[in-house]
Structures are given as structure tokens and as C-alpha cells.
């Protein structure tokens, strides 16, 4: 009831295709590999960041460790790298408990195979090729 009740909010009210499920396993790696989205793009030059970092504390914690074609890539500095625990977790910003939301997929990232989230879509691919199929051949049987 509960879920359902999510799920029905996530996607009539915010839009949304995905929901989260799982859990945290702690092991640091989204914090290590971070790319910042800006409006509709991917940050892909120092100076745009550096004036970004004057917007929002979280930039402030972050330092460039690479750069790929999706754009520059960010590791945060609030990761302990012995324990990969975050050094401010019980005061980490809002963007940190988010995580991971379906906004990740559109600026070309994912979640590393050994995550403890998931994201499935809110309604089952199999519904909708049902959907598509009966509209389409009124007649046919589905499965
Ligand atoms: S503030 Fe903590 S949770 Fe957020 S990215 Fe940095 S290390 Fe990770
Ligand atoms: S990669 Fe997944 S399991 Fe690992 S710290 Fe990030 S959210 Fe948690």
C-alpha cells in the first residue's frame, strides 16, 4: 500500500519513471566518481566549476580528477580514503541523501554494479509492451 502509494505519487505528481530500492552498503564509490550537472549540461571546464563552487558549499568539497567524454569528473574530499566513509555523513548535503535519483541516467552516469540501489522503472517494461500491443492489436492474447 505504502509502495504503491510512492510509486503513484513519484510518477503523477513529480513525473518521475524510476524509483529507488535497496540499500546504502557504505563502500564509498559514488563519491568517487562525480560528475556535476549544470542546468542542462555536464560541467566540462575548470572555470565554469570554479564559479559554481561559489554557489553551492557542496562544489566547495569537490576536486577534479579527470575528465572523460561525458565531462570533467569530481572526487569529494569529505571521503575518508582509508575507511571510504564520509567524514560529515550525519551533516551531508541534501544532494548526498538523494542519491541516486533518475538524473543520474541522463547525464550519462549509472550506478557501479555492486551498489546497493537499484533503480526500477515505476512501471514494469513488460506493461508497457502490453499496453503498446493491445493498443495496437486490440485482439491479440497477451501473456
Ligand atoms: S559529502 Fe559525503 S556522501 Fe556526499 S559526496 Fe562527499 S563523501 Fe560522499
Ligand atoms: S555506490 Fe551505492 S552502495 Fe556504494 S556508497 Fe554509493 S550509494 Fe552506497
Redesign the pocket.
Known sequence: MIIGLKKWILSKILRKKYYRTGK????????TQIYVKHYKHVVQDEEEFKKLQLLHKFYTYLKIIGKDEIGLIFECQNLDPKTHKCRIHRRRPGICRR??QEELFSMGGA??D????KMEPIIPFKDIMRKCTIKKYPDQKTL
Open positions: 546504502c552498503k557504505a563502500c564509498g564509490k559514488c563519491c542519491y541516486p550506478l557501479s555492486d551498489c546497493g540501489y
